[in-house]
């Protein structure tokens, strides 16, 4: 079964900065993967995408220049990161690590994610 785990949430003052990750022994076959998030009473959002068929990255028009998605091998295991500097009460949510196996959609846009991790809550006050 594909498990995608996400660590690296909590809570900082706006400005600030954080880095998600997000581990999966499968990482090597995906085709995409993606950051999303969620707020209360909100619909879920993609923030960052990841091609690592063709490198390429695409964030959503709300966080870019300010977040930086971005794959990284370390003690024999590979991470999609979430670098987010810069950080806004707005940008308050869980967020979750997605997973695209089949690479069937466009790869820039936000749909066609087979898998999906538990989530890490991010909190930034005013």
């Known amino acids: 079964q594909v498990q995608l785990v996400e660590s690296g949430g909590g809570s900082v003052q706006a400005g600030g900065s954080l880095r998600l990750s997000c581990a999966s022994i499968?990482?090597?076959?995906?085709?995409?993967m993606a950051w999303f998030r969620q707020s209360p009473g909100k619909e879920r959002e993609g923030v960052a995408l990841?091609?690592?068929?063709?490198?390429?990255?695409?964030?959503a028009d709300s966080v870019k220049g300010r977040f930086t998605v971005y794959q990284d091998y370390a003690k024999n295991t590979l991470y999609l990161h979430l670098q987010m500097n810069g950080l806004r009460p707005e940008d308050t949510a869980m967020y979750y690590c997605?997973?695209?196996?089949?690479?069937?959609?466009?790869?820039?846009?936000?749909?066609?994610?087979?898998?999906w991790g538990q989530g890490t809550q991010v909190t930034v006050s005013s």
């Open positions: 990841y091609s690592r068929r063709i490198c390429s990255t695409f964030y």
């Open positions: 997605a997973a695209d196996l089949s690479g069937s959609d466009t790869w820039s846009t936000w749909t066609g994610f087979q898998y």
């Open positions: 499968y990482i090597s076959r995906f085709v995409r």
